[in-house]
């Protein structure tokens, strides 16, 4: 009986060889069978990549005419790019997720607030431990331009001056010192902010107050250091301060400031003074305050610590 054929791994080096020099002699003998598969899954690509680029859906679509009629590929490769570029900008979908967002943060605001409990079952004061953030930096990190995106969509257009802000009564209430916020004396501001901002601010000066009382501490207010800017308003902070930014959110009304070292003690005329307390620890539960609002997406944060030393916040 004949022995059986063994392969060894030479045997199928030798054929693999064999059959990639093959293909090679067939390329260059008759090179228009190698590129027929390669120009069908091109043409496939680019017409799938066509039709996903133009569907239209509810928030992006390029309206027939736009883009030329053009068959040549370098032109029509120039068109698809500068469309591309067009819708980029203002994309319809991100303004859309704006205001859908600020829809929710509207019906979340309409909702009753949670009863501050001070006791429990047997009647004992609560009182509950200041935690604070993680890092002031990473957790409050909302750019400006992140913050500039919601406020142009939700807030008010630039004004001029002070005397055109005076024409913006319907789009702007006054948010003068308040039971639960005071004001700074303001010099490149004035105390005006777009409705939905000014809830979110009382909301969180209230939301302060309260934790100050479960965390057994005198009740405070905090301070606002920065609200509405003109035009003008930015210019003359720009000349004192490098860091202030042209394109600021505060001239849309959407966005205040808060100091992080100042606060006001609510002190009972009838009771003797109550102790200072440290303001760090009242940093601390401010920055827990900010943090709850910004995990609900009402608001946007950015912590300043340079010059402003401040809590910088956008209402969504």
Known sequence: ???????????????????????????????????????EADAEFLALTDAEFVEPNDSLAVNEGELSEEVG??????NAADTLQALQPNDPAETDR????????????????????????????IKNKIKGVSSYVR????????????????????????????????SLVFVGDNPYYDIKKLTHSIPYLVPRAAICLEEIARAFMDSCVVKG??????VLTSVLRTEKDVKKLRRVNAN?????????????????????????????????????????????????????????????????????????
């Not at 199928?12 to 069978?33: K, S, W």
């Not at 590929?73 to 120039?78: A, I, K, L, Q, S």
């Not at 509207?106 to 501050?116: H, I, N």
């Not at 957790?139 to 142009?152: E, G, H, M, P, R």
């Open 1 to 39: 009986m004949p022995n059986p054929i063994k392969f060894k791994k030479i045997h199928f080096l030798a054929l693999f060889f064999t059959i990639v020099g093959a293909l090679f002699v067939l390329r260059l003998v008759h090179p228009e069978f190698t590129t027929v598969a390669h120009e």
């Open 73 to 78: 590929d370098e032109e029509e490769t120039t």
């Open 98 to 125: 704006i205001l859908r967002h600020s829809k929710k943060v509207d019906a979340l605001f309409q909702q009753p607030r949670a009863e501050v409990k001070l006791i429990d079952f047997r009647g004992r004061p």
């Open 139 to 170: 957790v409050f990190n909302d750019l400006n331009d992140v913050q500039i995106a919601t406020a142009s969509r939700v807030g008010i257009d630039r004004i001029a001056d002070r005397d055109a802000a005076a024409q913006c009564k319907d």
């Open 217 to 222: 501490l005198p009740m405070h207010k905090v």
């Open 244 to 316: 202030a930014s042209q394109n600021s959110c505060h001239q849309h009304g959407t966005t205040f400031d808060i100091s992080y070292n100042h606060f006001t003690m609510v002190q009972d005329p009838n009771s003797a003074p109550k102790q200072p307390v440290p303001i760090s620890r009242l940093k601390q539960i401010l920055a827990e305050v900010l943090e709850d609002q910004r995990n609900m997406g009402t608001c946007y944060v950015k912590y300043e610590y340079r010059r402003s030393a401040c809590f910088h916040i956008t209402a969504r």
